[in-house]
């Protein structure tokens, strides 16, 4: 059980490249999160799935696109990579919205 | 607009003694809290958590505070550990999907 996977760990991407952040859970849980952290901001919600064929913006979408490609898998996609998002990328799976979050180990995401 | 807020960036605590942290916001419909911890290089994890129809909730070490009245939650840990050194993020929800997390406080045990 391996819980909340994600990959890459690091990666360091061009302005204006693109790139997905792939995030798997194995736990059967139907929401599933991306949230970026930086200095001073906290975890800030990018994008969330309720549950298998939906997903919604959270507070900072700008920049991102998201697919719950099925129940276990939700990626992030960066379609022009810009220095402001320079940051970790956290993603999150729950049972419900009422549980606790399981997190995954994050990726390290830098924009020259 | 900041709806949760941890208004100390960083805490120093003696080994053995008391560590709280604290945490205010300002939506009141917020109605479920939960308090998670970061060691660096890892994701957040789940500590203890609070429904808005209790004022205290306990779980070993852990006691999580809630005064509604205030919007005010504070997280006691006694006895404080060189392995609680951490960071810790509050964090709220209001029955939709979504959790709102504070900006974090750094907790540092020393011995």
């Known amino acids: 059980n391996a819980g909340v996977t994600q990959t890459p760990k690091f990666q360091v991407l061009k302005t204006g490249q693109s790139m997905t952040l792939q995030c798997a859970q194995d736990m059967n849980h139907n929401s599933m999160y991306w949230y970026r952290q930086d200095p001073g901001m906290g975890l800030r919600l990018i994008y969330y799935?309720?549950?298998?064929?939906?997903?919604d913006k959270g507070e900072v979408p700008n920049g991102y696109n998201v697919s719950r490609l099925n129940k276990r898998e939700f990626s992030l996609r960066l379609e022009s990579a810009a220095p402001s998002q320079t940051s970790v990328y956290f993603c999150?799976?729950?049972?419900?919205?009422?549980?606790?979050?399981?997190f995954g180990p994050g990726t390290r995401l830098t924009v020259t | 607009d900041q709806q949760v807020k941890q208004n100390s960036p960083s805490l120093s605590v003696q080994e053995g003694r008391i560590s709280i942290l604290n945490c205010d916001y300002t939506?009141?419909?917020?109605?479920?809290f939960l308090w998670y911890k970061k060691y660096p290089a890892e994701g957040p994890t789940f500590l203890i958590s609070i429904s808005s129809i209790k004022d205290k909730n306990e779980d070993g070490r852990f006691t999580v505070f809630l005064n509604k009245s205030a919007k005010h939650l504070s997280l006691h840990i006694v006895p404080s550990q060189p392995g609680d050194s951490a960071v810790y993020f509050c964090?709220?929800?209001?029955?939709?999907?979504?959790?709102?997390f504070g900006t974090g406080t750094r907790l540092q045990v020393f011995p």
């Open positions: 964090a709220a929800s209001d029955n939709t999907d979504k959790l709102i």
């Open positions: 939506n009141s419909m917020f109605d479920y």
């Open positions: 799935s309720a549950s298998e064929g939906t997903t």
């Open positions: 999150a799976s729950t049972l419900t919205p009422r549980d606790e979050q399981y």
